[in-house]
């Protein structure tokens, strides 16, 4: 991240930043910090959890420096409020039933931060979305953390719920569903995310939702009937989507031929494919790319920049950090013996994975752009946070699954020894 950091500022204006060995120094001080508290209270967690994220931040944070200083300044305070929020999760955290004897608590206040937005005098419309809250001078987004609850809420639920939900009842054609009743639940996920969707005009967290219980689901009952059911109900919400809301309408139209408004709504799209294009295989070098082309360019659209500047190894090396994030996240979950647990860690990695995989494929235009954040890399105080502390639920989920796993190898070598030291 220094080197990066460097190459930038050189890039940028052919000269070292005055300040640049106390923010270095200040940098490795905190994630140091977040290395201890790690060692400290999760000693048995997987260590490749934390080295990711922390690269992931620092790519981030050097591409916002590199575009906008201002932003940068307050994306460190940010990161520090993140890391803040990442220790006291672990500290505060020990076992993470804690989370499931509260998850009653735990939904409401997600379905309220979900709901926040819609408040007259503290709600806040951007860009024609209502995700934003303005509490005095604070705004964020609270379906960030939203997110995190109805992971927890959900897979609480579904352990309770897991038997009944698995049991195939009912035969529709080759398909043996579950109980009309048992489906209950996945109508209201889905009524939710249209909901979601309708009023606050937020399609990548209505996706975000719906995905997010319709993978714990999978995982609780083993039934590839939900999955069928939860396609045919995502194919349903998205056509009425489309045929209700014109800006839907505008971002599948853009998606597919954004040529057709070059100066207007397919500006955005059109100038990402250059930005990919112009960076070839390596890049024109940090600091070395055209800077203030694309809007959004720190939030939206900064995984076209890392393409433009880094190239399309540098972006790749970005998609394998996220792979690698992932792959750990589930093999925590394969990990894990507790049902509760195993579903935690299933929904959170599904989250952060899909959300990463939804913008990347906006931006290469694979999907259509449902604007919302790469996790760790984008501008953005309420997802960066959000997202540390998500990683920090991971850690903990990881550690207790490692520690349950050494706890019977180091009971048999005990009794081994006892046995052999017997006369």
Not at 142 to 149: D, R, V
Not at 266 to 275: E, F, N, P, S, T
Not at 317 to 341: E, K
């Given at each position: 991240?220094?080197?990066?950091?460097v190459?930038?500022?050189?890039?940028?204006?052919?000269?070292?930043?005055a300040?640049?060995i106390?923010?270095?120094?200040?940098?490795?001080?905190?994630?140091?910090m977040?290395?201890?508290v790690?060692?400290?209270?999760?000693?048995?967690?997987?260590p490749?959890?934390?080295?990711?994220?922390?690269?992931?931040?620092?790519?981030?944070?050097?591409?916002?420096?590199?575009?906008?200083?201002?932003?940068?300044?307050?994306q460190?305070g940010?990161t520090?409020?993140?890391?803040?929020?990442?220790?006291?999760t672990l500290?505060?955290?020990?076992?993470?039933?804690?989370?499931?004897?509260?998850?009653?608590?735990i939904?409401?206040?997600?379905?309220?931060?979900?709901?926040?937005?819609?408040?007259?005098?503290?709600?806040?419309?951007i860009n024609?979305?209502?995700?934003?809250?303005?509490?005095?001078?604070?705004?964020?987004q609270?379906?960030?953390?939203?997110?995190?609850?109805l992971?927890?809420?959900?897979?609480?639920?579904?352990v309770?719920?897991?038997?009944?939900?698995?049991?195939?009842?009912?035969?529709?054609?080759?398909?043996?569903?579950?109980?009309?009743?048992?489906?209950?639940?996945?109508?209201?996920?889905?009524?939710?995310?249209?909901?979601?969707?309708?009023?606050?005009?937020?399609?990548?967290?209505?996706?975000?939702f719906f995905?997010l219980?319709?993978?714990?689901t999978?995982?609780?009952?083993?039934?590839?009937?939900?999955l069928?059911v939860?396609?045919?109900?995502?194919?349903?919400?998205?056509?009425l989507?489309?045929?209700?809301?014109?800006?839907v309408?505008?971002?599948?139209s853009?998606?597919l031929?954004?040529?057709?408004?070059?100066?207007g709504k397919?500006?955005?799209?059109?100038?990402?494919?250059?930005?990919?294009?112009?960076?070839?295989?390596?890049?024109?070098?940090?600091g070395?790319?055209?800077?203030?082309?694309?809007?959004?360019q720190?939030?939206?659209?900064?995984?076209?920049i890392?393409?433009?500047?880094?190239?399309?190894?540098?972006?790749?090396?970005?998609?394998?950090?996220?792979?690698?994030?992932?792959?750990?996240?589930?093999?925590?979950?394969?990990?894990?013996?507790?049902?509760?647990?195993?579903?935690?860690?299933?929904?959170l990695?599904?989250?952060?994975?899909?959300?990463s995989?939804?913008?990347?494929?906006?931006?290469?235009?694979?999907?259509?752009?449902?604007?919302v954040?790469?996790?760790?890399?984008?501008?953005?105080?309420?997802?960066?946070?959000?997202?540390?502390?998500?990683?920090?639920?991971?850690?903990?989920?990881?550690?207790e699954?490692?520690?349950?796993?050494?706890?019977?190898?180091?009971?048999?070598?005990?009794?081994a020894?006892?046995?052999t030291?017997?006369?």
């Open positions: 991240m220094g080197i990066a950091y190459l930038a500022a050189l890039g940028r204006s052919n000269a070292l930043p300040n640049v106390p923010f270095l120094c200040g940098v490795l001080a905190l994630f140091v977040a290395h201890v790690v060692r400290r209270f999760a000693p048995n967690a997987d490749m959890i934390l080295p990711v994220a922390v690269l992931l931040n620092g790519i981030g944070y050097v591409v916002i420096a590199r575009l906008n200083s201002q932003l940068a300044a307050q460190a940010w520090l409020v993140g890391l803040l929020g990442f220790a006291a500290i505060v955290i020990r076992r993470v039933r804690v989370l499931e004897r509260n998850r009653y608590t939904g409401l206040i997600g379905v309220l931060l979900v709901l926040l937005p819609l408040i007259p005098g503290i709600g806040v419309s024609g979305s209502k995700i934003w809250t303005r509490v005095g001078p604070v705004s964020f609270p379906g960030e953390f939203a997110k995190i609850a992971a927890v809420f959900f897979a609480a639920y579904l309770e719920r897991r038997e009944v939900l698995g049991m195939a009842t009912w035969k529709v054609g080759p398909l043996r569903l579950p109980d009309p009743k048992a489906l209950a639940p996945l109508l209201v996920a889905w009524g939710f995310s249209l909901m979601v969707m309708m009023f606050e005009k937020d399609l990548g967290s209505a996706l975000m995905v219980f319709l993978a714990i999978w995982v609780a009952t083993s039934q590839a009937s939900y069928v939860g396609g045919a109900l995502f194919a349903g919400g998205a056509f989507s489309w045929a209700t809301f014109t800006h309408q505008t971002r599948v853009m998606w031929d954004p040529w057709v408004d070059v100066q397919g500006y955005q799209i059109v100038q990402a494919q250059y930005a990919l294009g112009w960076g070839g295989t390596t890049g024109t070098g940090l070395l790319g055209i800077s203030g082309r694309i809007p959004y720190e939030t939206d659209f900064i995984f076209a890392i393409g433009e500047e880094l190239g399309l190894l540098g972006t790749s090396a970005v998609l394998a950090a996220f792979l690698l994030l992932a792959g750990t996240g589930f093999r925590i979950a394969m990990a894990c013996r507790d049902p509760f647990s195993k579903l935690l860690a299933t929904g990695t599904t989250q952060f994975a899909f959300q995989f939804l913008i990347m494929a906006g931006v290469t235009r694979l999907l259509p752009l449902t604007g954040t790469l996790p760790f890399v984008s501008y953005g105080g309420s997802s960066l946070v959000s997202n540390w502390i998500l990683v920090a639920l991971l850690i903990r989920l990881s550690d699954a490692n520690s349950q796993s050494a706890a019977p190898l180091a009971a048999g070598t005990d009794e020894t006892t046995i030291a017997r006369p």
